[in-house]
């Protein structure tokens, strides 16, 4: 994880205790992020970092989380993977 500004860096490939202080680290912090972006070339390891960065989308729905808002992931290990978020 890089914190630059007002820009986070993560990778997808965290633990669960890597998610847990994730959601530490940027809970208080989110009024000042303007964008999370994912680090090239790792590999989705656990749904819940996606349930939780679709809980921050909606929490602060002007933060920039692009690969969420393509609504996909493209990886060579999974493939593309597509969702669909219902409001």
């Known amino acids: ?23 530490q680290f940027v809970r208080p912090r989110l009024e000042y992020l303007e964008t999370i972006e994912i680090e090239e070339g790792t590999l989705l390891r656990s749904s819940a970092l996606l349930a939780l960065l679709v809980s921050l989308k909606r929490t602060r ?23 669909m978020g219902h409001d």
Not at 2 to 23: H, K, P, Y
Not at 62 to 77: A, E, H, M, N, W
């Open 1 to 23: 994880m890089q914190f630059d500004g007002d820009v986070l860096t993560i990778g997808l490939d965290m633990s669960m205790e890597e998610i847990r202080e994730f959601e």
């Open 61 to 83: 729905n002007d933060v920039k989380i692009p690969f969420l808002d393509q609504g996909f992931i493209t990886s060579g290990v999974y493939g593309t993977l597509h969702w």
